[in-house]
């Protein structure tokens, strides 16, 4: 059975830092896709940090790029998102997901790999 369990998630003032994680099981983690997501209530989910198939390459979203990192550890098994210089705009719900495909289709135009997380908030006040 697929699971996806995130963790760290909590409550920061404006400028400040968290450090998401996400345990992945059930899977072969190294042949798998691996993603940050994060949805406001009212507004489509979204996608902003994405890391390759054995960490080929990682992409961001614009309004992240130079602020979060997404990583994981070789262990292979926990997938992390590190946000620094948060801003108020960063509140939502985040998830991780994982997908065999990592086509820029699956996951910045149709936004659905096929394993997601239950999602854990992110309050950012200002």
């Known amino acids: 059975q697929v699971q996806l369990a995130e963790s760290g998630g909590g409550s920061v003032h404006a400028g400040g830092s968290l450090k998401l994680s996400c345990v992945v099981s059930g899977l072969p983690f190294a042949d798998y896709c691996l993603g940050w997501f994060r949805q406001v209530p009212g507004m489509e989910r979204e996608a902003i940090a994405v890391?390759?198939?054995?960490?080929?390459?990682?992409n961001y979203d614009t309004s992240v790029r130079g602020r979060f990192t997404i990583s994981k550890d070789n262990a292979g098994t926990t997938l992390y998102l590190q946000m620094d210089s948060l801003k108020a705009e960063d509140t939502a719900m985040y998830y991780c997901?994982?997908?065999?495909?990592?086509?820029?289709?699956?996951?910045?135009?149709?936004?659905?790999?096929?394993?997601w997380g239950q999602g854990i908030q992110v309050t950012v006040s200002s």
């Open positions: 997901a994982a997908d065999r495909d990592g086509s820029w289709a699956v996951w910045w135009r149709l936004r659905n790999p096929k394993n």
């Open positions: 890391i390759g198939i054995g960490s080929t390459g990682t």
